[in-house]
């Protein structure tokens, strides 16, 4: 059974930067294609960013293009979001996902961590 655990998350000003990362245990990293997503009350789950088991493909969404940035390190079956330039509108609960590919849909992802806050001030 996989486990994921999101960190990184907490309060900044518009502009400023946070890192999330996503931990996994439990089942094999190096071969699961990894997702970011998040969610605001109300609204569906969305996905901010995803990855191949290579690292070769990356997907973002519009939003967060240019802004964001997703990597991974199999080594310490660790993925990152690195996100700069907040703005209001990126405050949310960012989860990471595992799944056996890369998609955009929340529903390619069988592992979810518990999600972490991010709150953008202006």
């Known amino acids: 059974q996989a486990q994921l655990v999101e960190s990184g998350g907490g309060l900044v000003q518009a502009g400023e930067s946070l890192r999330l990362s996503c931990a996994a245990s439990g089942r094999t990293f190096s071969s699961a294609a990894m997702g970011w997503f998040r969610q605001t009350p109300g609204k569906e789950r969305e996905l901010v960013g995803g990855m191949s088991w290579r690292g070769d493909i990356t997907v973002y969404a519009d939003s967060v293009k240019g802004r964001f940035t997703m990597s991974r390190d199999n080594t310490k079956s660790t993925v990152y979001l690195q996100m700069n330039s907040l703005k209001p509108e990126d405050t949310a609960v960012y989860y990471c996902?595992?799944?056996?590919?890369?998609?955009?849909?929340?529903?390619?992802?069988?592992?979810w961590g518990q999600g972490t806050q991010v709150t953008v001030s202006s």
């Open positions: 996902a595992a799944g056996p590919r890369l998609q955009r849909a929340s529903s390619g992802y069988g592992y």
